[in-house]
């Protein structure tokens, strides 16, 4: 090297480019996500390049690279599997989520090869004459993205207010965190529209596994209850919903009901 290399800089972008079918066969694994979370350490400007039409990712299958990944059959709630398009415009979703900041990781979608070249080059012009440089040693490292863990925390605090299991890890897995549950609800104009949030989300849940039933806008209303309910009293909530859940025939109704009234008798009563 030469004399003057610690003061040489370099442009402050990633891009990381995929096939869809190189996105679809490697997300079993998680490895999307690993790479965006390495991503997010090394630069400030970051972009996942996804290559080809999107609707061709169910010609694919997902497989793992874990040796000991010999029971296919067990379920992960925090599953990354892209099995369709469906998969590649959720993880689209959840980035937008967590793009907060110019630190966050961008998408971008080309139809081929020779598109995936031109914005890749469009972006380097771009870097380059916008000033974008960085010294090695003004370098910053974020905290890479876990999306794992804040599904867990999510699901966890739902589970906790009485949320029945398969809602909550719809909710965990498209939400993705506790603070972008909260933004989302920030956002909303009117205690009406923070009500009605989920309810698109969980349309197709009618009768669920373990006999509770109820309609989706009284599930998201419920859901909004819970998220914003006394933490200290969320568990009486859930036993209550628990123990009397065979006497109930709306039971996202009576799960509002629980975290509007102080008592399980109160809701009963109602």
């Known amino acids: 090297g030469t004399k003057d290399d610690s003061s040489r800089s370099r442009l402050d972008v990633l891009v990381e480019r995929k096939r869809v079918s190189d996105l679809v066969q490697r997300s079993k694994s998680g490895d999307h996500w690993k790479q965006l979370a390495a991503m997010r350490e090394c630069c400030r400007h970051n972009f996942l390049l996804v290559e080809n039409d999107t609707t061709s990712a169910s010609s694919f299958t997902a497989f793992t690279t874990d040796e000991n990944d010999d029971d296919a059959s067990k379920f992960d709630p925090f599953d990354t599997v892209i099995e369709d398009e469906d998969g590649i415009f959720r993880l689209y979703w959840h980035l937008l989520l967590l793009s907060t900041n110019h630190s966050e990781v961008k998408f971008i979608q080309t139809r081929d090869e020779q598109s995936s070249l031109r914005a890749i080059g469009s972006i380097g012009l771009m870097a380059t004459t916008s000033g974008e440089l960085l010294s090695k040693e003004d370098a910053t490292v974020e905290a890479p993205i876990s999306p794992s863990d804040d599904q867990a925390s999510l699901l966890a605090r739902l589970k906790k207010g ?59 209303h419920a859901i909004f209850k819970v998220f914003t309910s006394n933490t200290e009293k969320v568990a009486v909530k859930s036993r209550a919903m628990e123990e009397h859940k065979h006497l109930i025939n709306d039971h996202g109704l009576f799960l509002d009901l629980l975290h509007t009234y102080e008592s399980p008798e109160e809701a009963l009563d109602a």
Not at 201 to 218: C, I, P, Q, V
């Open 162 to 220: 009485g949320v029945p299991w398969s809602l909550a890890k719809r909710v965990a897995m498209e939400i993705g965190s506790i603070s972008l549950l909260d933004r989302l609800y920030k956002l909303c104009e009117s205690d009406e529209c923070r009500s009605a949030l989920l309810a698109s989300l969980l349309s197709d849940f009618g009768l669920l596994e373990n006999g509770m039933k109820s309609t989706a806008h009284r599930w998201s």
